[in-house]
């Protein structure tokens, strides 16, 4: 068994080990793993956050003992362009990339560049700084397994505006579905909450967080900010109905 740490801003996690293979999820700088398997150029491991698993390329991570694992980052960072260094050279992170004081691996010594860290007391959940977190990501676009400030799919973004808050989810829309404590009515939600839909299949297959009891911002095409009501999300530019409204769960 073995363990290692991402050295990239953001690495992508396929499905298969091949660069051709779909991206299932990504992982960010400083975010570790636990190796299971190599295969020629890539690895399989499991995010040791959300327990995602999936194979990446093996030279966009480095090796750290298990204990190293175990540390806690001091915060995340909440601004654009927020900088490490790797090798004295600058790199630039997504927002919500856990910040070490100093993080030893086998070839590297991760370092930060003076981030903007946000540390978040769960006395401060109010809904300015809720709101204020999740507009972080206003206007990113869409990406299928993104979890990053350059691109985003659903859960990923609702997964990465709740980790900002300290609180931890799984990754995929349908996990993320069977977390948390049933809100009975769409009247009764308050900002934070999460709001799932379903396909005609009954399939979850969309999340958003929701502002107020009318308003949602959610990943669908971008990141935005659209009306909601008991039948599901409207969007706001065109007035169509976009998403059937399943279940709302409560986090906070």
């Known amino acids: ?16 080990p091949s660069h051709k293979s779909e991206m299932v999820s990504q992982l960010l700088f400083g975010e570790f793993v636990e190796v299971l398997e190599k295969e ?14 999936g ?10 003992t298990q204990e190293t694992t175990q540390l806690q980052p001091l915060g995340y960072t909440y601004k654009h362009k927020s900088k490490a260094i790797l090798k004295e050279e600058k790199l630039y992170l997504s927002v919500a990339t856990p910040v070490f004081k100093e993080l030893p691996a086998k070839n590297f010594t991760l370092v930060y560049d003076d981030p903007l860290i946000w540390t978040a007391d769960n006395e401060l959940r109010d809904d300015y700084i809720i709101k204020s977190i999740a507009l ?10 993104g979890k990053s400030s350059s691109g985003i799919d659903c859960s990923g973004f609702t997964q990465q505006v709740l980790k900002l808050l300290n609180i931890k ?3 995929d829309a349908w996990q993320q579905a069977e977390q948390g404590q049933p809100v009975g009515f769409l009247q009764e939600t308050i900002c934070g909450d999460l709001a799932f839909f379903d396909n005609d299949e009954g399939r979850i297959t969309h999340v958003g967080l929701m502002l107020t009891p009318e308003t949602i911002i959610h990943s669908s095409g971008r990141v935005r900010i659209d009306k909601i009501d008991n039948m599901g999300i409207i969007n706001s530019d065109t007035g169509e109905r976009t998403h059937k409204l399943r279940t709302i769960r409560r986090f906070l």
Do not use: H
Not at 43 to 52: E, F
Not at 136 to 145: C, K, Q, R, S, V
């Open 55 to 64: 194979w990446i390329q093996s030279n966009q991570a480095d090796e750290v």
């Open 1 to 16: 068994m073995s363990f290692g740490v991402c050295i990239v801003s953001i690495c992508p996690i396929r499905k298969e």
């Open 169 to 171: 989810i799984k990754r």
């Open 40 to 53: 020629k150029t890539f690895s399989r491991i499991r995010g040791l956050y959300d327990d995602y698993e």
């Open 136 to 145: 972080l990501y206003i206007n990113t676009p869409y990406l299928w397994g």
